[in-house]
């Protein structure tokens, strides 16, 4: 018997699809193709699961399915009980910045928290509800104070940046529970998102002497990993995608300082510093390769995320790599990609397919003869364009698809909006790239 699709998970794909972004649920119904890069991130989740760590870069061009890419390695991180975090950067939201913008990013992801039962963001309170139940279930064990417990089951972190006040607000966010205090339980989460500004609101509000901010957002983050294992999850995914937002800052200085941010990720990962916690970095080629403004420019990246050369000669690639290049879907992946397409159209009802197979070969045969090999490497406009003749066809039963797949007209991808970040930063120095200040 044939699964039906839920209107829900039909409208939220197809809509999602047609306005080029990835849809944020549903997307085992349309997920093909790249199976040795999933096997390769499933195996850094079990890592992780373990008391590991990953770090990779997700490396595509635009349109070629980096974002559904990492949306699904998302799923199944969720599946297999991490605790998952994500945010685009731009630019207000930065890895590492002088006047807010990293705190932005900080509190975006922590918005963005999801758990197997909140797959859709905003998990943070919960996975809070769960490490105070779990420490009030110990409390009654060993009929001792529940404040006192949780200070003990956060000791560890006590010994990292911003830990000994982690450990108060989670404090805090107990005794709000206690007195039935909603604002103090607000002011805990506030403190936990990074929505304070100034050290002396928090201090007013729980007594704790620091913030989140600019300077500790990596630490922040690996005190999360920490705290999300004690309420009994298995680590924490950190997904940052549009990180072509730092290739595009026009200040030297400022580009430097957040690749110098990566490079602490990457080494913290690589040399097993850090616990229970991932990072997928989403980015395009020039984002990595362009020696002058990417991250091959910084030497030491450069260095530690150049392909294996063994790979490069043997025409193979090594999929432990920290840099990982998504490769293509292939024109056959592409056609199921139209039938699974097809089928969620139809909600799952093969009855009312709008267009049989033959018509699938020639969508594709039009899309090569139309943009040439783009159509496979780049796919977010063929599916555009496919579901856009769907559309037409449903609302207009009485015409064919053969007359209308010679009319439909294909863009070639191409990057969007590829201007210059201008800097906020007043102490940023001028850019040396565009020598604005040479004189003779």
Same mark, same amino acid.
């Given at each position: 018997?044939?699964?039906?699709?839920?209107?829900?998970?039909?409208?939220?794909?197809?809509?999602?699809?047609?306005?080029?972004?990835?849809?944020?649920?549903?997307?085992?119904?349309?997920?093909?193709?790249?199976?040795?890069?999933?096997?390769?991130?499933?195996? &850094?989740?079990?890592?992780? +699961?373990?008391?590991?760590?990953?770090?990779?870069?997700?490396?595509?061009?635009?349109?070629?399915?980096?974002?559904?890419?990492?949306? =699904?390695?998302?799923?199944?991180?969720?599946?297999?009980?991490? =605790?998952?975090?994500?945010?685009?950067?731009?630019? &207000?939201?930065?890895?590492?910045?002088?006047?807010?913008?990293?705190?932005?990013?900080?509190?975006?992801?922590?918005?963005?928290?999801?758990?197997?039962?909140?797959?859709?963001?905003?998990?943070?309170?919960?996975?809070?509800?769960?490490?105070?139940?779990?420490?009030?279930?110990?409390?009654?064990?060993?009929?001792?104070?529940?404040?006192?417990?949780?200070?003990?089951?956060?000791?560890?972190?006590?010994?990292?940046?911003?830990?000994?006040?982690?450990?108060?607000?989670?404090?805090?966010?107990?005794?709000?529970?206690?007195? &039935?205090?909603?604002?103090?339980?607000?002011?805990?989460?506030?403190?936990?998102?990074?929505?304070?500004?100034?050290?002396?609101?928090?201090?007013?509000?729980?007594?704790?002497?620091?913030?989140?901010?600019?300077?500790?957002?990596?630490?922040?983050?690996?005190?999360?990993?920490?705290?999300?294992?004690?309420?009994?999850?298995?680590?924490?995914?950190?997904?940052?995608?549009?990180? =072509?937002?730092?290739?595009?800052?026009?200040?030297?200085?400022?580009?430097?300082?957040?690749?110098?941010?990566?490079?602490?990720?990457?080494?913290?990962?690589?040399?097993?510093?850090?616990?229970?916690?991932?990072?997928?970095?989403?980015?395009?080629?020039?984002? *990595?390769?362009?020696?002058?403004?990417?991250?091959?420019?910084?030497?030491?990246?450069? +260095?530690?995320?150049?392909?294996?050369?063994?790979?490069?000669?043997?025409?193979?690639?090594?999929?432990? +790599?920290?840099?990982?290049?998504?490769?293509?879907?292939?024109?056959?992946?592409?056609?199921?990609?139209?039938?699974?397409?097809?089928? =969620?159209?139809?909600?799952?009802?093969?009855?009312?397919?709008?267009?049989?197979?033959?018509?699938?070969?020639?969508?594709?045969?039009?899309?090569?003869?139309?943009?040439?090999?783009?159509?496979?490497?780049?796919?977010?406009?063929?599916?555009?364009?496919?579901?856009?003749?769907?559309?037409? *066809?449903?609302?207009?039963?009485?015409?064919?698809?053969?007359?209308?797949?010679?009319?439909?007209?294909?863009?070639?991808?191409?990057?969007?909006?590829?201007?210059?970040?201008?800097?906020?930063?007043?102490?940023?120095?001028?850019?040396?790239?565009? *020598?604005?200040?040479?004189?003779?």
């Amino acid at each position: 018997m044939e699964k039906r699709i839920r209107t829900k998970e039909k409208d939220a794909i197809i809509q999602s699809l047609k306005s080029g972004v990835t849809p944020k649920i549903g997307i085992q119904h349309i997920q093909v193709g790249r199976i040795n890069e999933v096997q390769a991130l499933y195996k &850094d989740i079990e890592r992780i +699961s373990e008391g590991g760590s990953a770090f990779r870069l997700i490396i595509g061009d635009y349109g070629s399915g980096k974002t559904f890419f990492l949306s =699904v390695i998302r799923s199944i991180a969720l599946e297999r009980k991490l =605790v998952t975090v994500n945010a685009d950067l731009s630019p &207000d939201r930065r890895i590492h910045a002088t006047s807010g913008q990293a705190r932005n990013l900080y509190s975006e992801l922590m918005r963005n928290l999801s758990t197997r039962n909140k797959p859709d963001g905003n998990g943070l309170p919960s996975v809070v509800e769960k490490f105070i139940t779990v420490a009030r279930k110990e409390a009654d064990q060993k009929q001792a104070d529940v404040s006192s417990v949780i200070h003990e089951k956060l000791s560890d972190l006590t010994e990292l940046v911003g830990g000994y006040d982690f450990a108060k607000v989670i404090d805090a966010y107990w005794q709000g529970h206690e007195r &039935d205090d909603d604002a103090l339980k607000t002011n805990a989460i506030r403190w936990l998102r990074a929505e304070y500004t100034t050290k002396t609101d928090a201090r007013r509000d729980l007594d704790v002497r620091t913030i989140i901010s600019d300077n500790s957002f990596y630490d922040s983050l690996k005190l999360m990993s920490l705290f999300v294992r004690q309420a009994g999850y298995e680590g924490l995914l950190v997904n940052l995608d549009e990180l =072509v937002n730092l290739y595009k800052l026009g200040n030297t200085q400022a580009r430097t300082s957040n690749y110098e941010q990566i490079l602490r990720i990457l080494n913290d990962c690589l040399q097993g510093s850090a616990e229970y916690i991932g990072f997928l970095l989403g980015g395009t080629p020039e984002f *990595l390769l362009d020696p002058r403004r990417g991250l091959y420019s910084y030497e030491a990246l450069q +260095s530690r995320l150049a392909e294996n050369s063994f790979a490069q000669r043997a025409g193979v690639i090594d999929y432990s +790599s920290p840099a990982l290049h998504l490769a293509s879907l292939t024109p056959e992946e592409l056609y199921i990609l139209l039938k699974n397409l097809r089928h =969620v159209f139809a909600a799952g009802d093969t009855a009312h397919y709008l267009v049989p197979d033959e018509a699938l070969k020639a969508f594709l045969i039009h899309c090569n003869q139309t943009v040439g090999d783009a159509y496979f490497r780049t796919p977010r406009n063929t599916i555009k364009a496919f579901l856009d003749m769907l559309a037409v *066809l449903e609302q207009n039963p009485s015409m064919l698809w053969s007359d209308l797949i010679n009319k439909i007209a294909i863009d070639e991808e191409r990057p969007s909006n590829v201007d210059e970040i201008k800097p906020s930063e007043n102490n940023d120095a001028i850019d040396s790239d565009d *020598l604005a200040s040479f004189k003779l």
